[in-house]
């Protein structure tokens, strides 16, 4: 409770004042998974088993199998610590699904097996949701574990021609995509250990999510595969993501607004665009992002490192950001803020903007491409970012010669330690004005 307490003392923290640095612990959780086995939730002790071939489903990867998972769901969501078991062996096609709960306390989702969508948009049915496959809504003090694959198929919805690499956003073409696991309004959640490879679209996504647990999981899809984030989070509060593996087309975590209170440890990201609080304030909204620390931690072969985008027109804050512990590997922009995030290429410049301040970037090292500067800090005019603190900053070029000309624009913080490549763009201090646009927006 005291823990609890003092995090939300820090969230409402002065954010107006310059040098006010956010520091907090986090807790950790051991991996529940015992081995290579099945999980103890399937010993007859700890709950019933609802085995979904014993609902009819026949696992070859053509019949349809949903109705028996939704059976199977609708007996171990009532059960004391029910399972629901999608066993080895079997390759099930489900379709796109909402499994309602909230559930009795102990609920498992355990995959051993593997679960399939319809292959591509022309055999996804046209009555169903383009946008989404596996939803869990309302889905409180649940579990999906084991050692199991889900398969999303993504290959010929990567290839709709509204996708980037066929030419771009036509507007006449379909482009509705579904993401492969979403949780909606859902509380007290694990994702433990299994495999998430091919989506069509985002791999995991939380959407009004609270005390969210995700462990040990491997996130797989091609580097070319467009907008594939690994794990999206939206309004999500206290989430923790540790000891996974990420390699995707696109961010490999993405923190979208209304995010509060992350803790990222000992994640792996490998091609795609790194780990990314933003896009915030698209369409002159307000966007809100704090208390969010990543630690421990390997970006490689990626076209960003660790990254704050946020549109011109909004409006709210980023506060309270830890980057600590992270090494770099033939990453183009280790270190990034662009608060000139644009997809095209007519965007108008606006007065407007999401305040960035209380950035911190300790302890982050490795190598980057020469094709950029490895440090970036592309702020506001009217809303610079401040409280902007380097320590133990050293990166070298993967290859050629060492970029000594960082870029900074509207920067304001301080450098604690000498850096590499020296770092000589940062205004000390505040800027003038500095209580004006951020007080009491968020």
Same mark, same amino acid.
């Not at 990867?61 to 609708?74: G, H, K, L, P, R």
């Not at 280790?334 to 290429?345: E, G, R, V």
């Given at each position: 409770?005291?823990?609890?307490?003092?995090?939300?003392?820090?969230?409402?923290?002065?954010?107006?004042?310059?040098?006010?640095?956010?520091?907090?612990?986090?807790?950790?959780?051991?991996?529940?998974?015992?081995?290579?086995?099945?999980?103890?939730?399937?010993?007859?002790?700890?709950?019933?088993?609802?085995?979904?071939?014993?609902?009819?489903?026949?696992?070859?990867?053509?019949?349809?199998?949903?109705?028996?998972?939704?059976?199977?769901?609708?007996?171990?969501?009532?059960?004391?610590?029910?399972?629901?078991?999608?066993?080895?062996?079997?390759?099930?096609?489900?379709?796109?699904?909402?499994?309602?709960?909230?559930?009795?306390?102990?609920?498992?989702?355990?995959?051993?097996?593997?679960?399939?969508?319809?292959?591509?948009?022309?055999?996804?049915?046209?009555?169903?949701?383009?946008?989404?496959?596996?939803?869990?809504?309302?889905?409180?003090?649940?579990?999906?574990?084991?050692?199991?694959?889900?398969?999303?198929?993504?290959?010929?919805?990567?290839?709709?021609?509204?996708?980037?690499?066929?030419?771009?956003?036509?507007?006449?073409?379909?482009?509705?995509?579904?993401?492969?696991?979403?949780?909606?309004?859902?509380?007290?959640?694990?994702?433990?250990?299994?495999?998430?490879?091919?989506?069509?679209?985002?791999?995991?996504?939380?959407?009004?999510?609270?005390?969210?647990?995700?462990?040990?999981?491997?996130?797989?899809?091609?580097?070319?595969?467009?907008?594939?984030?690994?794990?999206?989070?939206?309004?999500? %509060?206290?989430?923790?993501?540790?000891? &996974?593996?990420? /390699?995707?087309?696109?961010?490999?975590?993405?923190?979208? +607004? $209304? *995010?509060?209170?992350?803790?990222?440890?000992?994640?792996?990201?490998?091609?795609?665009?790194?780990?990314?609080?933003?896009?915030?304030?698209?369409?002159?909204?307000?966007?809100?992002?704090?208390?969010?620390?990543?630690?421990?931690?390997?970006?490689?072969?990626?076209?960003?490192?660790?990254?704050?985008?946020?549109?011109?027109?909004?409006?709210?804050?980023?506060?309270?950001?830890?980057?600590?512990?992270?090494?770099?590997?033939?990453?183009?922009?280790?270190?990034?803020?662009?608060?000139?995030?644009?997809?095209? %290429?007519?965007?108008?410049?606006?007065? &407007?903007?999401? /305040?960035?301040?209380?950035?911190?970037?300790?302890?982050? +090292? $490795? *190598?980057?491409?020469?094709?950029?500067?490895?440090?970036?800090?592309?702020?506001?005019?009217?809303?610079?970012?401040?409280?902007?603190?380097?320590?133990?900053?050293?990166?070298?070029?993967?290859?050629?010669?060492?970029?000594?000309?960082?870029?900074?624009?509207?920067?304001?913080?301080?450098?604690?330690?000498?850096?590499?490549?020296?770092?000589?763009?940062?205004?000390?201090?505040?800027?003038?004005?500095?209580?004006?646009?951020?007080?009491?927006?968020?």
């Amino acid at each position: 409770l005291l823990l609890l307490l003092l995090v939300f003392h820090l969230s409402l923290a002065g954010v107006v004042r310059c040098r006010n640095h956010h520091h907090r612990r986090h807790s950790s959780k051991r991996n529940r998974r015992a081995g290579n086995g099945i999980s103890p939730a399937l010993s007859p002790a700890n709950g019933k088993v609802f085995d979904v071939t014993t609902f009819g489903a026949v696992g070859d990867s053509v019949a349809d199998d949903t109705e028996a998972f939704n059976a199977a769901w609708n007996g171990a969501c009532g059960a004391n610590s029910g399972v629901l078991l999608a066993p080895a062996g079997y390759k099930f096609l489900v379709q796109s699904t909402i499994f309602t709960g909230p559930c009795k306390p102990g609920f498992t989702f355990q995959i051993e097996g593997t679960i399939v969508p319809p292959d591509g948009p022309e055999s996804w049915p046209e009555d169903l949701s383009r946008r989404q496959w596996l939803v869990f809504y309302r889905a409180n003090d649940m579990a999906i574990r084991g050692g199991g694959v889900i398969d999303g198929r993504g290959k010929k919805w990567w290839n709709l021609p509204c996708k980037p690499h066929k030419g771009g956003f036509r507007v006449d073409a379909p482009c509705d995509s579904p993401t492969a696991i979403r949780f909606f309004m859902s509380h007290r959640v694990i994702v433990e250990g299994i495999k998430i490879k091919h989506s069509p679209q985002f791999h995991v996504r939380f959407d009004d999510c609270a005390h969210v647990h995700v462990d040990s999981i491997h996130i797989t899809s091609p580097f070319w595969s467009p907008n594939t984030d690994g794990i999206h989070l939206e309004n999500s %509060n206290f989430v923790q993501i540790y000891n &996974s593996r990420i /390699s995707n087309g696109d961010d490999c975590v993405s923190i979208g +607004s $209304g *995010t509060n209170n992350v803790d990222i440890k000992n994640v792996t990201c490998g091609s795609g665009h790194g780990i990314s609080i933003g896009s915030l304030g698209n369409h002159n909204s307000l966007a809100c992002a704090s208390n969010i620390t990543v630690r421990e931690s390997v970006i490689k072969n990626s076209a960003n490192g660790v990254r704050i985008k946020t549109w011109q027109g909004g409006s709210g804050q980023v506060t309270g950001v830890i980057f600590d512990g992270i090494f770099m590997e033939n990453v183009r922009n280790p270190i990034i803020i662009d608060q000139f995030y644009c997809l095209a %290429n007519d965007c108008v410049n606006r007065t &407007s903007a999401v /305040s960035v301040s209380g950035v911190q970037y300790r302890r982050i +090292s $490795g *190598t980057y491409s020469v094709s950029a500067p490895p440090m970036h800090f592309g702020c506001s005019d009217s809303v610079p970012c401040t409280n902007v603190t380097l320590s133990d900053i050293e990166l070298f070029p993967a290859e050629g010669s060492l970029v000594s000309d960082p870029f900074c624009w509207n920067v304001y913080g301080q450098i604690e330690t000498p850096t590499v490549p020296p770092v000589n763009c940062v205004s000390e201090g505040c800027p003038r004005s500095f209580a004006d646009y951020n007080a009491g927006i968020c």
